[in-house]
């Protein structure tokens, strides 16, 4: 009789013990909301509808996000693959670069540093001068081009995932 107290006891220890564990593992995990996906512990989603740059970031705005910004050649690739996921292919797509405030000072509209670029070949060549805005997928290496604000198209938004 003892001895089965003793296995209770040791028992309802290592439950208590592996209860602790998945506590611990759930304030590491973050979740997005629904159709947006994790990437890089950051929440990220392709509007297909055509905007324009200012438009598109009003929309991400609505959903509590920004244009997406992009930190890495990994993460890029990752975005690339969210369009083409969504049956986009490789479409040009804006995401959240402007210079609008000042020419070639490049800033993201989420207020991260741009540290990161994958700029095109001879671009952003503020062609016509008045290219202000950064869309992604441009030209044969689907790299980064400046081009025209007023321009319609589909985008990626970014917001921070939340602790679950
Ligand atoms: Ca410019
Ligand atoms: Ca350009």
Redesign the pocket.
Known sequence: MKLLAVFLLVFSMMALTSGHKRIVLQEKSFSCPCHWSQINGRCFIFVAKPMTWAKAEKNCLSMGANLASVRNIKEYRQIQGLILAAGYETRETWIGGSDAQEDRTWLWSDGSALRFTNW?P??????TRK?ECLQMN?SAGKCW???ECSAKKPSVCVKKSCPR
């Open positions: 095109c001879k671009q952003p060549d503020n062609l290219q441009y081009d400046d081009t």
